[in-house]
């Protein structure tokens, strides 16, 4: 148990949707990273956020935004969802944000766009 | 931009034998490396990693050694269990302006069979 919770575990849903998974850091951590994980593409970062601050972007599209809330939780609203959004999607988290720091990941959550 | 190329999988071997996973990179800067395993339906756990040329990662019998020179991060494991079965992601730390992410190989499925 890396002490990172995701929530929801699994999502279904249908094209054109809108939905927003949550995690929560370790104690004690003020990173918070996302990261997709499909079959097509593998493992891809999304987005950083550092104690409520956007630090830096990846692959992330305009359909998709985040945000880390003051007690450091992390949200990620996925919107106007198509079939290829279907994708496991991992929250990490990480005591700086330093570059070289580990990033603990949490359980997943995954989501089937029908 | 930086990338990591990891050897094909599946890899099936006989328990207790060596194991060598292959891992490259491409990248500006020194970045650190790293280790992720996933196990079925889990998360990503750090395995092991290294921070600066030369160093080696350990951890539960599996080792790694930054090298610069040919810019590899290679995994090995001198007797594998069955219990070892599971999904080795090498990946890479970069980032600029505050910010911080990973970029991963494509992921090697090891099978390790009695």
């Known amino acids: 148990d890396s002490g990172v919770t995701q929530t929801p575990k699994h999502l279904i849903t249908a094209t054109g949707q809108r939905v927003t998974l949550r995690c929560s850091p370790r104690?004690?951590?003020?990173?918070v990273y996302w990261y997709q994980q499909s079959l097509d593409q593998g493992l891809q970062f999304l987005i950083h956020?550092?104690?409520?601050?956007?630090?830096a972007k990846g692959n992330i599209l305009e359909r998709f935004s985040a945000q880390q809330f003051p007690d450091l939780h992390s949200e990620l609203n996925l919107s106007s969802l198509e079939l290829g959004d279907s994708a496991l999607y991992f929250c990490?988290?990480?005591?700086?944000?330093?570059?070289?720091?580990?990033?603990?990941f949490g359980p997943g959550t995954r989501l089937l766009v029908l | 931009g930086n990338s990591v190329t990891q050897m094909e999988g599946p890899v099936t071997l006989s328990e207790e034998a060596f194991l060598t996973i292959n891992c490259t990179y491409t990248?500006?800067?020194?970045?650190?490396l790293f280790w992720y395993v996933q196990y079925p339906g889990e998360g990503l756990q750090l395995l092991l990693k290294?921070?600066?040329?030369?160093d080696k990662g350990s951890n539960k019998g599996f080792e790694a050694t930054y090298r610069k020179e040919t810019t590899s991060f290679h995994l090995e494991k001198g007797s594998v269990q069955v219990s070892d079965s599971a999904v080795y992601f090498c990946?890479?730390?970069?980032?600029?302006?505050?910010?911080?992410?990973?970029?991963f190989g494509t992921g090697t499925q090891l099978k390790v069979e009695l």
């Open positions: 990490a988290s990480g005591k700086a944000g330093g570059l070289g720091e580990t990033q603990y």
């Open positions: 104690s004690g951590d003020l990173s």
């Open positions: 956020y550092y104690n409520g601050e956007e630090r």
């Open positions: 990248a500006t800067g020194y970045p650190s």
């Open positions: 290294a921070t600066k040329a030369d």
């Open positions: 990946a890479l730390s970069s980032g600029t302006g505050g910010g911080n992410k990973l970029t």
